[in-house]
Nanobody
Framework: QVLLTETGGGSVQIGGSLRLSCVASRNPFKMGWYRQAPKKERELVATVTVDGTTEYGNSMKDRFTISRDNDKKTVYLQMNNLKPEDTAVYFC?????????WGQGTQVTVPS
């Protein structure tokens, strides 16, 4: 089992920044973030493997940066220049032991 615990969500003004963190109970091969806005499908934000290979969703790389500390079993998402359309629940993701694992999610709100 892999437990994922997110922190760092909240409400921020347009143009502001937030950093999300997710601590895992063990080191998944791949960790990252997905998000789900109201009435929309869950979408990829970014992932990073244990050796540092990253993948970003469409248009995410412009303002978001993913990083990982394997010693701390933690993945981070730095989000800059936030916009109202970034409002969503952000879920930590892990891929380990041939399956997907999910955190409970943290709300990010950017009021218009």
């Amino acid at each position: 089992q892999v437990l994922l615990t997110e922190t760092g969500g909240g409400s921020v003004q347009i143009g502001g920044s937030l950093r999300l963190s997710c601590v895992a109970s063990r080191n998944p091969f791949k960790m990252g973030w997905y998000r789900q806005a109201p009435k929309k499908e869950r979408e990829l934000v970014a992932t990073v493997t244990v050796d540092g290979t990253t993948e970003y969703g469409n248009s995410m790389k412009d303002r978001f940066t993913i990083s990982r500390d394997n010693d701390k079993k933690t993945v981070y998402l730095q989000m800059n220049n936030l916009k109202p359309e970034d409002t969503a629940v952000y879920f930590c993701y892990g891929y380990h032991l041939w399956r997907d694992w999910w955190g409970q999610g943290t709300q990010v709100t950017v009021p218009s």
